[in-house]
């Protein structure tokens, strides 16, 4: 792996698991093993670098996301699907938790990816529930923006709930509650 | 107001806004309008401080949401009474966000108040979900922890949503659209 690539990989790790103010150019020099001026031979600071990190982060969480939201089923057995598909649950989502780091927000660059990502994934998701309600299989009245909020909050909560009680557990019950409430409205048998 | 109580106060502001990590002895300080021997009279460091910080926060977190969910209303009216009371969503919620803060969760003791109130809430949002299966506003079929989570989960989920797109209406689509799924197994005319 290149110097820059392995700065950019240490730097969403550290993103991941300390946040923006929470990581310092000392830590993710230490950990790509790289001197100070290969970073800023390749990067014009941290900022710079943390865009790239955040960029890469972003675009393999909607890669991963729609692996499973484009995969076969039904609409309702996609949206279950992206549900439940596996996660390092403890971990937290890597894009989701930028939005509360302060720097990250105050930031129109830095947080464009995260906005983006978390944007598409709610249209992605509205697009498959008017699918669902085009084929009759979800009922027409549900409003899909609306649902698709609903089914991403609960992702990102169910992070919340899981780190604050330090088990996956939290997570999986979140899931399954709205699967449930949504099933009542998948008129299709499954 | 008492040195200790704007210290106390100055900390709950700023770990709202800006995370424990990015909470520095000198800006509680700074805007407690305090000298940093009254901060070591009245608590051991930081952590000492952030836990009387972060309990009281917990403890109006608390309050607040009883006094929704216990108010007048059937089952599913309190549990839309919950999720539709005036937050302040692009700050985020200042218990929840404790949850992406790793020094927080790394610490026993500054994590049990944030899970203690997240899972005081679910235990709260089930037992009202039970009180509607009993009285046969709710489908008898729902699980009511279940949906606790996923009541719990698309509020912290909202807020992440929220301040990613800078805007409080990504919060109030997701709450739309969990409370359309809900009603559908609400039997109750509202």
């Known amino acids: ?20 103010v929470g990581t310092s150019p000392k830590a993710i020099l230490e950990r790509a093993g790289a001197g100070q001026g290969s970073m800023y ?25 729609e692996g499973v939201l484009g995969g076969p089923g039904t609409p309702y057995e996609r949206i279950a699907a992206y549900l439940r598909r596996e996660r390092d649950v403890l971990r937290g989502c ?15 660059a ?4 995260v906005d983006e990502t978390l944007d598409w994934l709610r249209e992605r998701i509205a697009g498959i529930v008017e699918e669902g309600k085009a084929q009759g299989g979800f009922a027409a009245s549900l409003e899909s923006e609306e649902v698709a909020a609903a089914v991403v909050a609960t992702v990102q909560g169910g992070y919340v709930l899981a780190r604050a009680s330090g088990s996956p557990a939290a ?20």
């Open 94 to 108: 890597p894009v989701g938790r930028l939005t509360m780091d302060p720097d990250v927000m105050a930031d129109a």
């Open 110 to 113: 830095l947080r464009a990816p």
């Open 1 to 20: 792996m290149s110097t820059s690539e392995r700065l950019i990989e240490s730097t969403r790790e550290l993103l991941w698991e300390r946040g923006y």
């Open 41 to 65: 031979h390749h990067f014009k600071g941290k900022p710079d670098l943390a865009l790239a990190a955040i960029r890469r982060t972003a675009e393999e969480m909607r890669a991963t996301a």
């Open 171 to 190: 997570f999986d019950a979140g899931v399954r509650g709205l699967l449930s409430l949504l099933s009542a409205h998948n008129t299709r048998t499954e």
